[in-house]
């Protein structure tokens, strides 16, 4: 039998301690966080690009050395600023990247803010439809890959996965070029639309410069099937970079969520296959996607310098290979400080969906 012990009738009754809740996880701390740390990011990348283009000397003698007389040329360097000591012009040129004030191309002297205004909205529309080529492709081909495990279907989508990511852009480009262009005839060899089509985009008022985009604005179907038409082939040269990785991160996150004990109680409970596949198993795989995907838009945007190149799509890539041909490095500088800031400010969007779908990623 059990002795009981009498506590006097002022000794407080001591409660357990109650649990801590867990700290952080909080939506805003994070996307604060994240907000912050844009700025580090472009300013690391900023100062690289100045310094390395800084180590051929200065712009105006790599661009205009040996077509100016010595005095011209001096005299350009003086007006430039190009004679003042490196970190003075570091300094200066940070202030004008702050205002938004990227100079003039010395090949050329155009305005980079407007040359970048003029040829970005091109790289962004080469980046949306490549990226709804990867999403087209790399998804289902995961989820069959997935469902039909150690199967023929899964050894030919994972040869296909690693045929998509370690194919060069640019050859990809010649090989659909050759097949579909010269050889089928299916689609234009090059440009973003017929003479017509570009002839009506520089008509329109208020354009945005993505031209699918301009083209459903203004109702026109004509113009819209004419930008679609010469769109495939550059979208799915840069589109089948980023499906590989698409298709093995989709394969392996099913294949993982198809193993778990809730989709085992569904099987027990008769539910299809296909349900479970495309209800269950199929949302938890997107999210590692979303995730990633901040991390492909920076993949997009070097790959589109070559397929750019290859198809003669006059974006920020077709641009900068141009610049770096005439060693325009002002010109660099200016188009690299902009694609900092484009993934800069892309994966932060990035994470903050991430965030909203996925709590754990806030811990």
Known sequence: MTALIDLPADEPVRQAPKSKKKAGGSLGKYLAIRFVLIFPTIFILVTMVFFLM?????PITAALGGRLPADQLAARIHEAGYDRPLFVQYIEYLGQIATGNFGRTISDNLLISDMLATYGTATLELAINSLVVALLIGIPLGMIA??????????ISRV??????????FFAGLILKLVFSIWLGWFPVAGRGTTNTEIFMAQLEVPTGIYWLDALRSGNMDVFWDVAHHAVLPAVALGLLTAG???RLVRT?????????FVEAGRSRGVSEYRLLTKH???????????????QIALLLGGAVLTETTFEWKGLGFQLAHYLTARDFVAVQGIVALLAVIVAVTNFIVDVIAALIDPRVRY
């Not at 198993?281 to 991390?295: D, Q």
């Open 54 to 58: 800084r180590l051929t000397g200065d």
């Open 146 to 155: 997935a469902y039909k495990r150690d199967k023929w279907q899964d050894a």
């Open 160 to 169: 296909l996965a690693i045929a998509f990511y370690a194919t060069p852009v």
């Open 245 to 247: 990785i698409f298709l």
């Open 253 to 261: 996150n099913m294949i993982g969520t198809l193993n778990k004990d």
């Open 281 to 295: 198993a199929y949302k938890p795989a997107l999210i590692p996607i979303i995730t990633v995907m901040g991390l």
